[in-house]
C-alpha cells in the first residue's frame, strides 16, 4: 500500500514521522522535515504504521544529498539526507519533548530549560573510532562492516565518511588483509575495532575473538601490511555466560593501547575500555559539567560512571578530592595508570558498582553521574540525596531514561537547571545532554 505523506518531524530514531490519512502516525524510513513523499506501509503496529519513502514528490528545504555512497543501505546514520541544522534542531526538540512529557515539566518550562544543541566542530569525519561486526559471505570469505539497515547482515562498506581521514578507509584495508589470512578458515573474529586521534596520531586495531589458537604472527605481519597502526590487539572474551566476559588483551604488534588527549590530559585506554568517540566535543561535555558544578577548590567531589577518567582528571585539578567509580575492569585500570602518570594523588578509585559504592563516599560537595544507556539504577537516587551535594551534573547519552530521572532527582530535592544537548554524533539520531542540578533549599 502506498500513501503520499508530508513529513512533519524527525523521530527520536532513523525515521521520520508524518500522518496517514486514517489518522494513525507514520514513521518513515527516508523522510525529511518538510518533505512531500510517496511512502510504501511496510508495518501496521495497531496504534502506528511503519512505511519508507520510495518517491520524493516535493523536497523539503532541509534534504541536502548524502555524502556517502552507502547512506541508502547501511544501518550506521539514519540523518545523513537531513541538513545539519535540521539535525540541530531535532535533537534539541527530542530533550524538550522528553522534558515536557516523560518528566512532566510541561512544554513551556521544558523550552526554557532546554539550551541550543551545541553543534559538532566536524560534521563527517568526526568520529574517533570505526567498530564493526563480522562474518563469512556465501563463499566463506571474512566480511566485516557496519550492519544492513534494519537487519543483522554486515554491509562489506570500503569507507566509511563519518571516520577520521585516516581510519576511513580501513574498513576495505583490514577486510581484505584478513580474507588474504583467513582464506576458508574460520580466525573466530567476531569484532573489528579502528581508534584513531588527530591529536597523537595514535592508531590502533582490535581483533575480537574467543580464546584458543590464533595465528598471531601472521596477522601481526599482514595487518601492519594493510594499515599503518601504532598497535594491534587481540581482545579475547569468553561467551560461556550470559555476556560476553573479557579473558585479556594480547599484544600483535606495537604498543598495545591507543592514546588520546582530552582537555590537555593525556590518556592511555585499552581496547575493551569505553572512550568518548568524538574527542572535540567531549572537551564540550566537560568543560559545561565543570562550569556548572561551580567547584570550589576544597571541594569533594564523586564521579560515578567515570570509565577511564574524560571528567575525573579535570576534575581533580579543580578541586580536592574526587572518588572515581567505575564497574568495568579494563577501565578501572587504565584509570589508575593515567592519573598516576599524570601526578594527581587526589583521585580515589573505586572499581565498582555505582549505586553500592555511593553510600560508602560520605557528604559530596559536588556530583558527576554519566550512566550507560538504562540510565541511573533506582535506589541511587536515594543516595545522592543523602550525599547531599550542591550541584549534580548529569551527562546522559539517552534523553528517555534521562527525563525519567530528572523526575526522580526533583522529587529528591534537586531541581533541573538547565539541559544542554552535545551533538556527539552529526549523521545520527544520537542526542548527548549535560544537565545541571541544583539542591532545592
Ligand atoms: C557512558 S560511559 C561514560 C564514561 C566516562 N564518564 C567518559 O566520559 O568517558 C559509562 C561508563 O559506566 C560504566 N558502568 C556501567 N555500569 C556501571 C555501574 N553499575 N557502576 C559503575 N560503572 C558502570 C561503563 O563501564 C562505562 O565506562
Request: proline share 4%; glycine share 12%; hydrophobic share 40%.
Given at each position: 500500500m502506498h500513501e503520499e505523506i508530508t513529513i512533519e518531524r524527525l523521530a527520536y530514531g532513523d525515521a521520520a514521522i508524518g500522518r496517514a490519512s486514517n489518522g494513525k502516525t507514520v514513521f518513515v524510513d527516508g523522510g525529511c522535515p518538510g518533505d512531500v513523499a510517496m511512502v510504501e506501509m511496510t508495518a501496521d503496529k495497531g496504534n502506528y504504521l511503519e512505511g519508507r519513502?520510495?518517491?520524493?514528490?516535493t523536497p523539503s528545504p532541509s534534504r541536502v544529498t548524502p555524502v556517502c555512497p552507502y547512506a541508502a543501505e547501511?544501518?550506521?546514520?539514519?540523518?545523513?539526507?537531513?541538513?545539519y541544522e535540521r539535525q540541530l534542531e531535532a535533537k534539541r526538540e527530542n530533550v524538550v519533548s522528553q522534558l515536557a512529557r516523560t518528566a512532566g515539566f510541561g512544554e513551556e518550562r521544558a523550552q526554557e530549560l532546554v539550551a541550543a544543541c551545541v553543534p559538532?566542530?566536524?560534521?563527517?569525519?568526526?568520529?574517533?573510532k570505526l567498530e564493526f561486526g563480522c562474518a563469512q559471505d556465501a563463499r566463506g570469505g571474512f566480511v566485516t562492516g557496519p550492519y544492513r539497515k534494519h537487519t543483522?547482515?554486515?554491509?562489506?562498506?570500503?569507507?566509511?565518511?563519518?571516520?577520521h581521514r585516516a581510519i576511513e578507509n580501513t574498513p576495505k584495508a583490514v577486510r581484505g588483509a584478513l580474507r588474504y589470512l583467513s582464506g576458508s578458515n574460520d580466525?573466530?573474529?567476531?569484532r573489528v575495532g579502528v581508534r584513531h586521534s588527530l591529536r597523537t596520531k595514535s592508531l590502533e586495531v582490535a581483533l575480537w575473538t574467543n580464546p584458543g589458537a590464533f595465528p598471531r604472527a601472521a596477522v601481526a605481519k599482514t595487518l601492519s601490511q594493510a594499515v599503518k597502526a601504532t598497535s594491534i590487539v587481540r581482545v579475547m572474551t569468553d561467551d560461556r555466560g550470559k555476556a560476553r566476559k573479557l579473558k585479556g588483551v594480547e599484544v600483535?604488534?606495537?604498543?598495545g593501547f591507543w592514546t588520546e588527549s582530552v582537555c590537555g590530559e593525556d590518556f592511555k585506554v585499552s581496547a575493551p575500555s569505553f572512550f568518548q568517540v568524538n574527542t572535540a566535543q567531549a572537551e564540550h561535555l566537560v568543560q559545561i559539567a565543570l562550569e556548572g558544578l561551580e567547584?570550589?577548590?576544597?571541594a569533594v567531589v564523586a564521579d560515578l560512571?567515570?570509565?577511564?577518567g574524560t571528567f575525573t582528571l579535570p576534575l581533580a585539578r579543580a578541586c580536592d578530592l574526587v572518588f572515581a567509580v567505575e564497574s568495568y575492569g579494563s577501565s578501572v585500570r587504565d584509570l589508575r595508570r593515567v592519573s598516576e602518570e599524570a601526578g594527581l594523588d587526589n583521585i580515589e578509585v573505586i572499581g565498582g558498582d555505582a549505586a553500592r559504592e555511593l553510600p560508602e563516599?560520605?557528604?559530596?560537595?559536588a556530583l558527576v553521574v554519566d550512566p550507560p544507556r538504562?540510565?541511573?539504577?533506582?535506589?541511587?537516587i536515594g543516595s545522592i540525596a543523602e550525599a547531599n551535594p550542591r550541584r549534580v551534573a548529569y551527562v546522559s547519552c539517552n534523553p528517555s531514561t534521562w527525563a525519567r530521572d530528572v523526575a526522580r532527582l526533583e522529587e529528591a530535592g534537586y531541581g533541573l537547571l538547565r539541559a544542554t544537548p552535545v551533538d556527539?554524533?552529526?549523521?545520527?539520531?544520537h542526542t548527548e545532554v549535560v544537565s545541571i542540578f541544583e539542591r532545592k533549599a
Open positions: 519513502a520510495v518517491d520524493i514528490v547501511c544501518g550506521g546514520c539514519g540523518w545523513q539526507h537531513v541538513a559538532s566542530k566536524r560534521q563527517m569525519g568526526y568520529r574517533n543483522n547482515d554486515i554491509l562489506p562498506v570500503n569507507s566509511c565518511p563519518l571516520a580466525l573466530g573474529i567476531y600483535l604488534a606495537g604498543k567547584l570550589d577548590d576544597d560512571y567515570c570509565g577511564v563516599l560520605g557528604e559530596l560537595d538504562a540510565g541511573l539504577a533506582a535506589e541511587i556527539m554524533f552529526p549523521q545520527t539520531y
